[in-house]
């Protein structure tokens, strides 16, 4: 069958990662990270959120007796860091970490019931009530993670086993869930299934989960609506939380409220949204649904042209975790998960491998290097599950409206999802680099890494080495046995105004090659073949669109892909109290694998307002310097303000 | 018994108010809103929230048969309703509603247990549940507006009937609660009563009342605390609100969470702290408790000087209906209940009592011209409960953090607590005008009126004319039958910054008489002295403390005690991308009754914006002239955005 791919995703199975900023990041998320998160769900860890959900299997699976603990979703924090562990086994050897790996999967496989289900929670505690609250109950999100973990580790190791657990749930969801007589006509409460089942096809070419996950797609948000029926019937008008008696279920909240052919505007719980845009990309890719794929793109520009941070986070209402409304984009009481950009990397991955344009590969490196390192802390064991662009733990602490808004990364969440997100999404990093077709390879990301790869029978290497977000440079050199002819497309980030690109020391017109955010570059390559390209890595102001009510007046300071803030560490209480003077210039310094940026502004004294709230204007006012750094190390030093947006003087 | 009172208030009894300003407000309000109101509470005018109260009235008097309906709090709507007639008939004769007060009166006698118990709510649903759950059923906070209304109408008509029934429930509460062995040791959930038992004192002389409303105020906070034994013994750890199990009371929400002596911060909702303050300098007052004296204002100056918006509004966090925390004060997700500001008035005016400061006189100004006049509409029948400094119409639709922030009045609301509020302060707004010891007349408010008073036992009349509101202008002229040394002592509002007063035509230096914000002008007075005053009425650009984030880098246009606000009817769209030339003049223009402001400004334009949301700074604006209008007449002409704080250019 034809599909919709321009070109597909090199795995990074093919890539080799060895970048200056990258490599203490990588190192420590499989050296420290995922032997911590380990430990977490194991509940070793004392004086964190209690995980339990290694015990939940043990206990599903009959090796221990006692109750289900944790959300109804627990389960998935399991299949996610399995699926961590599975990318990052697919790079690295690792026997320890294998071995505590195969018997999760052994444990995981004797926990599921004989027809395929498997999730603890229902096993555990309301076997009666399997699949009978869809729209709160997180069966099909828990079978998507663990479906997502099975491949994953499968593609590391060869190992079956867990692909046999894999497909025995798929066959029971298959069996369960369809058009036909007899199924279930629903469809996850949380979206994530369909994006799973894309990827159990992939790897198993079985149509019937391929379908399954179109069936979802396509069924979601028809009238009468499920979730209203499930309601009224199975659920009997009762809620999950709490157990007692509920009114309708918001449609809107997991995007039922229409067909998804319909839906034009990104709405309800982001992470759902994220995840579900991703699995209509895939399905509309490879069922050559152009229509769902139109439906996917008119979504993509609502949400990243007017519903999205300039970090790339997403989510602006803590209320349902979810999209509020076009350029309703508030700093301070806004949701931002992580889990919600995550999904926004998957949704433009996948459709950066079906519409051959900059702007997807843009926003993963936005997503990438503010929102995704910025929710982990430098050691790795802290995390935002919330990303504010505005924070002052007086508020924090004080304010109900941002009891959600941590001044600090935590050490773990009694609702998990975010950190072994991070994680998984960190060990696949070398995936999002590079997609291809028959005769031309993208280069997505710049990160210093040797791609190996065969193109029209010839094995290519490509090198890049540089220094991307010091100073914007970046070398390519080709390696080839023979001469070969294809094309090589190298993105232009949005943010470089200009750029520099030499072929062996020959600088070329590169606008000539311009072609939807791509140099494309066709030739006869020659081995030792060398692309210098120096990108205009310039400090740049930035300003919001009109409509964003809550930045109209102020400036945001970016320099590459790099969103940066004030932190109280550096300028002091109150930021809110200053402004960025912006007919001076700001300096660029270097420290070690981080910069800063150094300002002038002014700050708002105190002088004369003893006693008093309001008064004439005076504008007492002093000059002062201000420092910015990237908004992804912010909280690493201490409690205190932290703020992106600053007015402008 | 001596008290604290340095001078006390002079009942309108003695003020005919005959302002051009004021009175078509004040006709309106007798006229038309009293007769709407209680077609409201009969439940007459269709399609708006339903009342139920009266109906509640005739079902516990026994007339009807039926549930009760609405809040616990219900009743309060009737009384206040009631208070205000007391203070409509207090200055004018009119029959048709004295009858149906007095039928009011009548229902509510019968209404009343044989023991003086009077609440429809628990006599109707839950008789057997009489007094076990204070903290949240509003017993006496409905006790207290009876007796508020009793005592207003009894001192209207010298009828005692609603007197003999307050009395009767006061005796009840004497009974019932109290230090004594036997009597609960409780106190309201909503203060209210402490207040209301001062007024009884104050017509009856009865001591008891002003030792329960002592007892109300000092036994509050006390370990270990009522609320708590209350929560684990008679409300078996159950909530009223939805008959389901609930955790233990917060007691910061009423104030209930350390003993009132030790109270320096105002916290949680709003209401119930001004009522409490207010019955706090009440009790101070009368019972020469210097300590709780020094308790009022220190929680005056912390409400004033740290928690307060610019237009009186108090109480920022919607959730709580509370205080939020020093200086923080958003302006478009706060609260600002129009019964706060009413409640803060009622705090201000009795400290006036007790200390000649003219900040409580400038604070009562600040709130009526702003909140109060705001939250009625011009035609009297639609009512803000809630008074915001910014609104976006399609925010309070969309985003749920702004739910409670309506762009347009409302006809009624469920929990109708604001618009019998307004109408009982209208009603005795005489009562703000002067206050008095037996040597010194103090004017507080400059409204055209005639005082007919007697001091050091001469008749004086002091006729006050004027167009302050327009010119800052106001005479003054006395008439005596015989010449007579006292003191007049006129307030010289915060907001002048310079005043010339004239007497008897010849200009005084006022500076050198000017008192705590007065100039007290002592001296023998002579029939038809004159007093000639005028304020410098300028056009004041305002700005806010610099904690205040939300504000800063804006400013706020006020001319008098008027707070300026802009409207989408007169400036477009998109407010916040609007900001004041703070270099260029202002100009006012009189249109009638109201004024309006013009200024020079800018607007950020959409060009260039197409399909972005961020880009390199542009600064795209044009100029434009701004238009503000009085705070207290916005939402008259549409549905639109409105905006106070403005940036300035």
Known sequence: MSTLYTSKYINHKHVNIDDAFWNPILKLVGEEVLPYQWEVLNARVPGIEKSHAIQNLRIAAGDATGDFYGFVF??????????????????????????????????????????????????????????????????????????????????????????????????????????????????????????ALVKLYNVTQREEYLNLARFFITERGKEPNYFVIEWETTRNKMTHWGNHPCGKPDLKYNQAHQPIYDQQVAVGHAVRAMYMYTGMADVAALTNDDKLLQACQTLWDNVTKKQMYITGGVGSNVHGESFSFDYDLPNDTMYCETCASIGLIFFAQRLQQIIPNSEYADIIEKCLYNIVLGSISADGKRYFYVNPLEVDPISSK???????????????????????????????????????????????????SDLIYKIKDTDVKITQQGSYLEDGKMHITLSLPTPAEFTLALRIPKWAKQAIIKINGEEIKYSNYLVDGYVKLTRVWNDQDTISIKFALGIIIMESHPFVKYNTGKVCVMRGPLVYCLEEVDNGKNLAGLSLDITKPLHYHQDGRIGYIIGNGYRLTLTGWDGMLYRPLMQTEESCELRFVPYHTWGNRGVGEMMVWIRKH
């Open 398 to 448: 004080l304010d109900s409206r941002k009891h959600h808004v941590k001044p600090e990364r935590q050490p773990w969440f009694s609702c998990a999802c975010c950190p072994p997100n991070v994680v998984r999404l960190l060990t696949s990093l070398g995936n999002y680099i590079y997609t291809s077709n028959d005769k031309e390879i993208y280069l997505h990301q710049y990160i210093s």
């Open 74 to 195: 627990q389960d998935s924090d399991v299949a996610k860091w399995l699926e961590a562990v599975g990318f990052y086994l697919q790079k690295h050897k690792n026997e320890a970490l294998e071995k505590i790996a195969d018997e999760v999967i052994e444990l995981i496989s004797r926990a599921q019931m004989p027809d395929g289900y498997l999730d603890t929670y229902f096993q555990i505690k309301e076997p009666h009530k399997r699949w009978t609250n869809l729209y709160e109950c997180h069966e099909l999100y828990v079978a998507g993670h663990l479906i997502e973990a099975g491949v994953a580790y499968y593609e590391a190791t060869g190992k079956s086993k867990i692909l046999e657990v894999c497909c025995k749930m798929a066959d029971h969801l298959v069996k369960m869930f369809g058009e036909e007589e007899g199924k279930i006509k629903g469809y996850p409460g949380h979206q994530e299934i369909e994006l």
